[in-house]
């Protein structure tokens, strides 16, 4: 059933309690008390056991929370409890605590105590264990799969290299080939223009020598 009754006090002052049924739980919650180590100002953490039930007590900051739960709930999640039960109580009072009354926290906090008994006990999200485990396990999930990811961004990126390492060699071969069919059609150019060059001047001569001849077959000017 987890946790059946929870108090907070300030030494033997009861401040604010709730049972989840009736017990004679708030009786045995002061003989735990009593058996507490004297000196308000130390911390103190301990379970005493009672029957099928197990008392959790923790005194921190001169006030005491204290829970009853049942034996087989284990000691983690009461204490827990008490942690965050200690952590809501200072924040809501704050000094008032010091020097409050018996019961002066009752009617506003004991519903409180009611809500995180009734959450501790039942709402699997309360265990923060648990839950840490499940956060890590989807952590490690995410870290793998970008792992995964990266291994096969770096497979990409070698095939991109191997890929662009052929293309240089292909470009490297290809400039090469374009020089020397540049340089092929150059030297070839060359030849023209000089067998063109040669044309032209034999074409002048030739010219020259007709038309001072009269004769374009060139016959009077050899006789």
């Known amino acids: 059933m987890g946790i059946l009754y929870g108090m907070v006090a300030r030494g033997n002052v009861v401040l604010a ?28 953490n301990s379970s005493y056991s009672h029957d099928d039930y197990i008392f959790h007590v923790k005194r921190t900051d001169g006030f005491i929370v204290l829970c009853m739960a049942d034996d087989s709930f284990g000691r983690r ?23 409050a009354t018996a ?32 956060e890590m396990s989807h952590v490690r999930s995410v870290m793998l799969e970008n792992i995964e990811k990266i291994l096969e961004r770096g497979d990409r990126l070698t095939l991109l290299v191997d890929k662009t390492t052929a293309l240089q060699g292909n ?9 020397r069919y540049k340089n092929s059609v150059q030297s070839g150019n060359y030849k023209l223009m000089v067998v063109l060059a040669i044309a032209m001047i034999f074409i002048i001569i030739y010219t020259s020598l007709a038309f001072s001849c009269h004769d374009p077959l060139l016959r009077y000017c050899f006789k």
Request: glycine letters at 4%; a positive charge.
């Open 103 to 134: 019961y002066a926290m009752n009617v506003e906090f004991s519903r409180v105590l009611s809500q995180q008994m009734e959450y501790y006990s039942n709402d699997p999200n309360a265990d923060r264990l648990n839950r840490l485990k499940g």
């Open 17 to 44: 309690e709730f049972s989840v049924t009736q017990t004679n739980a708030n009786a045995i919650a002061r003989q735990v008390i009593g058996k507490m180590p004297k000196g308000d100002s130390d911390d103190f």
């Open 77 to 99: 999640m009461p204490f827990e409890f008490l942690e965050d039960i200690h952590q809501r109580f200072a924040k809501t009072y704050g000094r008032a605590i010091r020097s």
């Open 171 to 179: 470009t490297v071969r290809f400039k090469s080939h374009a020089r």
